[in-house]
């Protein structure tokens, strides 16, 4: 299973930062997606994620009212466009597939992108 991000890399404060997951359509079909972010020397946590039944999104405190998920269904990916960025925004980015649909419970993760910003 591929989860293919794109969008990383250096970004100034204030910027606004886009991350593109692309992965095959049995996967954009059958699991929820979503976004992770690995801080330095932290745990991986969830940012954001959408369902793939209803298209509901969950956004995490740190991120709700900058963070912006979309499902694309041209393009069998997930895009997450965050406003207004921080240097504690600096950390490693994960893209997440998991099957909510039963048999629940089988999660895929990209192999991560990192976005630094600098102020």
């Known amino acids: 299973v591929q989860l293919d991000e794109s969008g990383g890399g250096s970004v100034q404060s204030g910027e606004t930062l886009n991350l593109s997951c692309a992965t095959s359509r049995d996967i954009f079909r059958i699991y929820d997606l979503g976004w992770y972010r690995q801080l330095p020397g932290k745990q991986r946590r969830e940012l954001v994620a959408?369902?793939?039944?209803?298209?509901?999104?969950n956004y995490a405190a740190s991120v709700r009212g900058r963070a912006t998920i979309s499902r694309d269904n041209t393009k069998n990916a997930v895009h997450l466009q965050m406003n207004s960025l921080k240097p504690e925004d600096t950390a490693v980015y994960y893209c997440?597939?998991?099957?909510?649909?039963?048999?629940?419970?089988?999660?895929?993760w990209g192999k991560g992108t990192l976005v630094a910003v600098s102020s």
């Open positions: 959408v369902s793939t039944i209803e298209g509901r999104t």
């Open positions: 997440n597939a998991y099957r909510f649909i039963q048999p629940a419970g089988e999660t895929y």
